[in-house]
């Protein structure tokens, strides 16, 4: 645009010069020149805020089929946000598990569920970093649950036994 070149807004006619012209920041037309002056873009801001505060029920119906027609960018926006406030993000986080702690437990449970080597590498890290209160809890698991305990050993010494016979099948600690 030449210094001197002036733009009509659609919505008011004025002739306004294109150094004062509004620049559109997002969406498909970011970077490009607004279609509306400057007024009319506040204006019209306002005239919302007026309808919003107006209409509230017709405004959350409106923002429910928004939402409902647009998943993947309330996601995207999520995430972003998610991405850019970490901090912010684990105290909401927090604060759920607090408000929730039976739908926290069960969201654990099926997670351990659906992904049963993520949480053996978890569980062995945090064993490999507290070794003295995995040691603990083990004990205790032991003294209440003495049968299973057995059991366990047993699996564990015929494993034993066949790796012995096996040496191929030896890992390194055992």
Known sequence: MTSGE??????????????????????????????????CLEYARERHRRWREANPEKNREKARRWREANPEKIREHRRRWR???????REKARRWREANPEKARERHRRWREA??????????????ANPEKARLADRRWREANPEKARERHRRWRERKKAALANPETLKSGD
């Open 83 to 89: 991405e850019a406030n970490p901090e912010k993000n």
């Open 115 to 128: 992904n049963p080597e993520k949480n053996r590498e978890k569980s062995r890290r945090w064993q490999e």
């Open 6 to 39: 002036t733009i009509t807004c659609r919505a008011c006619s004025e002739k306004v010069p294109a150094a004062d012209w509004p620049i559109v920041t997002r969406g498909k037309a970011k970077g490009r020149p607004a279609g509306r002056c400057r007024g």
